[in-house]
């Protein structure tokens, strides 16, 4: 009986050991998308993502959408250059997203703007030139 005892408590030790690892490690993302006209075809968007550490770099074309999963209890900042234009927003803030699987953010002549549907883009940011 006390081994049915102990095995029992050390099952559910397991359990809410996992269950805690898993609550702490579940991803949400964020995506952007460079939404600006082809015009800019040979204007590089260059977009930094960071958080405690650089987690992605890259310029990304007309059209195209980079995608970054996320720890929930992180603010990811995201820095882009157009040209001589710039801008700064968090890509993923929990005070604001906690709760939504994905936040869009679109690439606009005049800015950044987001949304949790994809569909009715709020605007955020505009590009800044000093």
Not at 60 to 75: D, E, F, H, P, S
Not at 76 to 82: E, G, S
Not at 84 to 98: I, L, Q
Not at 100 to 120: I, P, R
Request: hydrophobic share 40%; proline share 3%.
């Amino acid at each position: 009986m006390a081994n049915h005892s102990l095995l029992f408590s050390l099952a559910l030790v397991i359990f809410f050991l996992c269950a805690t690892l898993h609550a702490e490690s579940s991803t949400t993302g964020f995506e952007i998308k460079n939404d600006l006209p082809k015009e800019y075809a040979d204007v590089p968007l260059d977009i930094l993502v960071k958080s405690d550490k650089l987690i992605d770099h890259q310029v990304l074309k007309v059209g195209k959408t980079l995608k970054v999963g996320v720890t929930q209890n992180a603010i990811y900042y995201v820095r882009a250059i157009l040209g001589n234009e710039f801008a700064s927003v968090h890509g993923f803030d929990p005070s604001r997203d906690a709760g939504h699987e994905t936040v869009f953010w679109l690439v606009k002549e005049d800015g950044f703007y987001f949304n949790y549907d994809n569909a009715s883009w709020k605007k955020d940011s505009p590009w800044d030139t000093e």
